[in-house]
Nanobody
Framework: VQLQASGGGLVQAGGSLRLSCAAS????????VGWFRQAPGKEREFVAA????????RHADSVKGRFSISRDNAKNTVYLQMSSLKPEDTAVYYC???????????????????WGQGTLVTVSS
């Protein structure tokens, strides 16, 4: 599976962006797709994930109520809608995919084995 993340950019605090993660090579139908982010000098951290089959989602506490993960079956694409952005949301955002994840593993970076190239989100104050 090849993952292509897009949609990053520069936005003012309080603004919104929508990130996309498109898959090629095969469909997402049996996968869990997650978003992670990495700020300069920090570890890569979990943001949100969605199980394609059934649509179960999980969001990090730091983004609950502001970010929302969703999927489009027809486009084989996962979205991360980000609203009320804060400067601390500035990071490179990566999408990742894996099969067979249980819900409690959605936030575990080591469980994902397909990764996209990342898209930079910069939130100015």
């Amino acid at each position: 599976v090849q993952l292509q993340a897009s949609g990053g950019g520069l936005v003012q605090a309080g603004g919104s962006l929508r990130l996309s993660c498109a898959a090629s090579g095969r469909t997402f139908s049996s996968y869990t797709v997650g978003w992670f982010r990495q700020a300069p000098g920090k570890e890569r951290e979990f943001v949100a994930a969605i199980r394609w089959s059934g649509g179960s989602t999980r969001h990090a506490d730091s983004v609950k109520g502001r970010f929302s993960i969703s999927r489009d079956n027809a486009k084989n694409t996962v979205y991360l809608q980000m609203s009320s952005l804060k400067p601390e949301d500035t990071a490179v955002y990566y999408c990742a995919a894996a099969q067979g994840l249980i819900y409690s593993d959605f936030d575990k970076r080591s469980r994902y084995y397909y990764w996209g190239q990342g898209t930079l989100v910069t939130v100015s104050s």
